[in-house]
């Protein structure tokens, strides 16, 4: 058992791809955490264990990993950067006494960076900044150093969080320094380590209090169960210790059968825990919120508030001719039962059930769904998806939607295509700041409703060149209906196999998305058209063969690969008459309604 003056509790925030995953490894290699022969050791983004982090480069879920340095236990809590995941953020910052603040020196604060620090900040929080990549070709580091410093003056609730020390980093070789090197051929962490346990206060508490903590995150175990993890606010406990789970006026009486605190990154068993340490408590099932205390006579702490979710969709059992094929669960009931497990942890989630067998999903933003949507057929879950759309809220008597603020980073050669594409999309220019390196800084305000597909289309009109930051401000009176920006669709009018003969007719007409040899259905999108309307054409179309010869160059059929789409991307170009087939193997776009006569009728209703 840790004396509570020897803890450290620190959260670790950052905006996306600013250095923090790189930092929290070199905190949990050079603290000497594992054995040089430990695989560990050659590994990167050792906490981001989901294969979807490792992917994509991104925190999503918030973790726990704890290190021991000259008789101090500093337990780290890596949070995600990424806007759409804030709720994880939001909870996990409660169990934090301190933050590490990890910003690039060459991009500065970002509108997560700003985010995360006015929760922090909320929440009381004493602030260690880290001004990472400090050997950059366009670091800007005083710079950074000076706008981090206005953005603390604009969101600190006390005057001692005005005083924070500046550290310099290289994340990537596991460098920190106290002051501006002049020679970073030599470093390492531990002056990170060691102004934690300087400038991090110890975490507060009465130890003679009655046993108090509040559920912030949940941990499963095969054995145990769902377990409750939190921060102890008071007092200490024992195992077989009598609590009492506290959820608004409802009451549960349990004995605490195994107490677990963070031991590196995995998990140990301990008979006893003070106020202070981050604990799992087995013995009852717990949700996250819930006061959990020895005093039965004790209120429930307030509800732990997170962000609203700004996006909906309608999700459902696949319904195509080929579902059954790829996945292993089909059925309305299955996907019911895994959507309400996520509902357990994923406190951002929201759910309602429709008419049908499908369900309404809202989410804090596209990547939240599309992660979702992501893991769930990567276990295997066969389904289809609606359009993306805003939440409208009705706020005395009119009619509202979610807006952001829009941070765009571009080289000065793609200035032209962010103002022409934002133009079309309704946005108020805030600002436009030239950066050095040749760069320029917009900050637009804008609708959710269109953002949607922004970034994808600006990474491949910018050919990756772009930097793109979102953050939501409020809801605000519904703006103009946004012109569409897409064309129409290629739709196949035959069950079969794509054909070269009839992909290359199609092509003709515009972009494929199926290559030859691809199964295809009758409604199933094949391609993009380069007009507006949509067109039906038999790609399962094949050369009529005959004994005539013919020239070499007319027996050669040439067609262009087609073009790939990501699962944001298949989200992104839907309309309200289209759905995505989304199976464990698959991503095919479709029509809702499958025949040309069904579409025709609806037409004709519409």
Not at 66 to 81: A, E, F, M, V
Not at 380 to 401: A, F
Not at 472 to 495: C, D
Request: charged share 30%; net charge negative.
């Amino acid at each position: 058992m840790t004396d509570r003056t020897k803890i450290r509790n620190v959260a670790i925030i950052a905006h996306v791809d600013h250095g923090k995953t790189t930092i929290v490894d070199a905190l949990l290699k050079q603290s000497k955490l594992f054995r040089d022969n430990q695989a560990e050791m050659g590994q990167n983004c050792i906490m981001d264990s989901n294969q979807l982090e490792r992917e994509r480069g991104i925190t999503i879920m918030a973790k726990n990993a704890s290190i021991h340095w000259g008789g101090y236990k500093i337990n780290i809590i890596d949070t995600p950067g990424h806007a759409d995941f804030s709720g994880e953020v939001e909870r996990t910052l409660g169990m934090a006494d301190g933050a590490v603040l990890i910003i690039d020196a060459q991009e500065g604060p970002m509108p997560q960076t700003r985010f995360v620090l006015k929760q922090a900040f909320k929440l009381g929080l004493s602030l260690i900044v880290v001004i990472n990549k400090v050997d950059k070709q366009n670091a800007r580091v005083e710079v950074t150093e000076r706008k981090t410093a206005d953005l603390v003056l604009e969101f600190a609730t006390e005057e001692l969080q005005l005083s924070f020390p500046v550290l310099y980093g290289i994340g990537r070789e596991g460098k920190v320094y106290r002051e501006w090197p002049a020679d970073t051929t030599k470093g390492d962490i531990i002056p990170l380590i060691e102004t934690i346990i300087e400038k991090i206060p110890a975490p507060e508490g009465r130890e003679d209090e009655k046993f108090l903590m509040q559920v912030q995150s949940l941990m499963f175990d095969t054995h145990l169960g769902k377990m409750g993890l939190g921060k102890i606010l008071h007092g200490r406990v024992k195992r077989g210790d009598r609590l009492v789970k506290i959820s608004g006026d409802k009451k549960i009486a349990f004995g605490v059968e195994r107490i677990l605190v963070i031991d590196g990154i995995g998990r140990c068993e301990v008979d006893e825990a003070m106020c202070g340490e981050i604990v799992a408590l087995a013995g009852t099932e717990a949700e996250i919120g819930v006061t959990i205390s020895a005093d039965e006579a004790i209120a429930a702490m307030p509800d732990i508030k997170i962000g609203e979710p700004t996006l909906h969709m309608v999700v459902g059992p696949n319904t195509s001719p080929f579902t059954g094929k790829d996945g292993e669960f089909t059925t309305s009931r299955q996907l019911e039962n895994r959507l309400e497990r996520e509902l357990e942890t994923n406190i951002g989630l929201k759910l309602s059930k429709l008419d049908g067998g499908k369900f309404r999903m809202s989410g804090r933003g596209e990547l939240h769904l599309a992660v979702l949507l992501e893991t769930l057929r990567r276990e295997g879950y066969e389904m289809e998806v609606g359009k993306p759309e805003v939440i409208i809220k009705d706020l005395d008597g009119v009619k509202c939607e979610p807006v952001e603020e829009v941070t765009i980073v571009v080289p000065e050669e793609q200035v032209g295509t962010v103002t022409q594409e934002l133009g079309r999309r309704q946005a108020n220019l805030i600002a436009m700041n030239p950066r050095e390196g040749s760069e320029v800084e917009f900050v637009y305000r804008m609708p959710t409703r269109a953002i949607l597909g922004l970034r994808s289309l600006l990474l491949t009109a910018t050919k990756g060149m772009v930097l793109f930051a979102s953050q939501f401000e409020g809801f605000e009176p519904m703006g103009e209906p946004l012109t569409r920006t897409r064309r129409g669709v290629i739709i196949s009018g035959e069950n079969g196999e794509a054909l070269s003969y009839g992909l290359e007719a199609a092509q003709q007409r515009g972009v494929t998305l199926v290559n030859p040899g691809i199964p295809v259905y009758e409604g199933m999108i094949v391609g993009i058209n380069s007009k507006d309307e949509d067109i039906t054409m038999n790609v399962t179309k094949g050369k009529k063969l005959t004994n005539m010869r013919a020239a070499a160059a007319d027996q050669t059929t040439r067609i262009t690969p087609a073009q790939d789409m990501s699962l944001e991307q298949g989200l992104d170009f839907l309309e309200q008459d289209e759905l995505l087939e989304v199976t464990p193997k698959n991503l095919r776009l479709r029509k809702r309604f499958l025949t040309d006569l069904d579409r025709r009728r609806l037409r004709r209703q519409g």
